[in-house]
């Protein structure tokens, strides 16, 4: 059986005081995973960080920690090869790249590999979710956009929920994420269509209690699990 899994996109966070603005999150206890957007300026019209701040941010976050906290680094870059080795030296966990930057998915997905990271593979929303069939066996997670990829705050497409549903179906094993416009409002669908870890940036980010937000996210989402299993 799948597990919930709040993942926090620090994009929305106050970059001032990234540690800080991340560990308030955190603290709320539900949140298992941040999400980190890498962003080229190239595969989207927009750049973000690299490498160089997941390593800083990762002293924040120990992985010899009691709790430690899985960076889920999702690189909406173009020749996702070229960041795979920075990325686990940095200390990231695990490594989304998106289908439409590539030509080769299945070489991408053995290199993420061989350097000891868990590999995810990323569909934008004009990506139909067939294509993800052939590599699926070999993922450990599927991201299905919920947005065109390159900014936070963005409204959630309700229309990929189709995608959710039949990838959930073929693969009820298979961590499903969904990235985009995710909070209180738009979680139910997601989490009913079959997606176990929800992105969130400005809903928990800019909750004047995050606390409030997460635990809801990850309730809705436990309930769905449950529902399904029965
Ligand atoms: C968008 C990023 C998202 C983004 C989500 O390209 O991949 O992770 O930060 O932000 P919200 O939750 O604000 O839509
Ligand atoms: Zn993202």
Redesign the pocket.
Known sequence: MVKSIISP?I??SDFANLGCSCKRVVDTGDVDWL?L?VMDGHF?PNISFGAPIIESLRKQFPKNSDKPIVFDC?M?VSDPEQWIEDIAKAGGDSYTFHFEATKDPASVIAKIKKHGLKAAMGIKPNTSIEEVYPYADDLDMVLVMT?E??????KFMQDMMPKVEKLRAKYPHLNIQV????GKDTVKPSAEAGANVI?????VFKAENPKEVTEFLKKTVDESILARSK
């Open positions: 996109s994009l929305a999400h957007d989207v999702h909406m947005v990829p390159g900014f936070g705050g963005q990235d985009g416009g995710l992105v969130a940036g400005t809903s």
